[in-house]
């Protein structure tokens, strides 16, 4: 599965962003996808995950409320749509894919097999 994150960008603290995360191969559908960011000299932090039918969601603590993940499977993409920036939401935003997550797994990155090349995240103040 190729990944393909978009959708990051220069904005201000309080503005929104919507990154979308693509595959074109055609079993996409099938697969769990989680959002994760990395900012220099830190460590891969979970954002967000959905499952592969968008059946539940998941989110970190500082993002609950003011992130949403979402899939539209027919377009074989999933979207992060970010509100209420903050600068300590600048990262490298990371979409990746597995299919043989469970509940417990969807926030650790070393589970996930799929990367996609990410997306920049800068927040000014």
């Known amino acids: 599965v190729q990944l393909q994150a978009s959708g990051g960008g220069l904005v201000q603290a309080g503005d929104s962003l919507r990154l979308s995360c693509t595959a074109p191969g055609r079993t996409f559908s099938r697969y769990h996808v989680g959002w994760f960011r990395q900012s220099p000299g830190k460590e891969r932090d979970f954002v967000a995950a959905?499952?592969?039918?968008?059946?539940?969601?998941f989110y970190a603590d500082s993002v609950k409320g003011r992130f949403t993940i979402s899939r539209d499977n027919a377009k074989k993409t999933v979207y992060l749509q970010m509100n209420g920036l903050k600068t300590e939401d600048t990262a490298i935003y990371y979409c990746?894919?597995?299919?043989?997550?469970?509940?417990?797994?969807?926030?650790?990155?070393?589970?996930?097999?799929?990367w996609g090349q990410g997306t920049q995240v800068t927040v000014s103040s």
């Open positions: 959905i499952r592969w039918n968008g059946g539940n969601t």
């Open positions: 990746a894919a597995d299919q043989g997550l469970i509940s417990s797994t969807f926030r650790d990155w070393q589970q996930y097999d799929y």
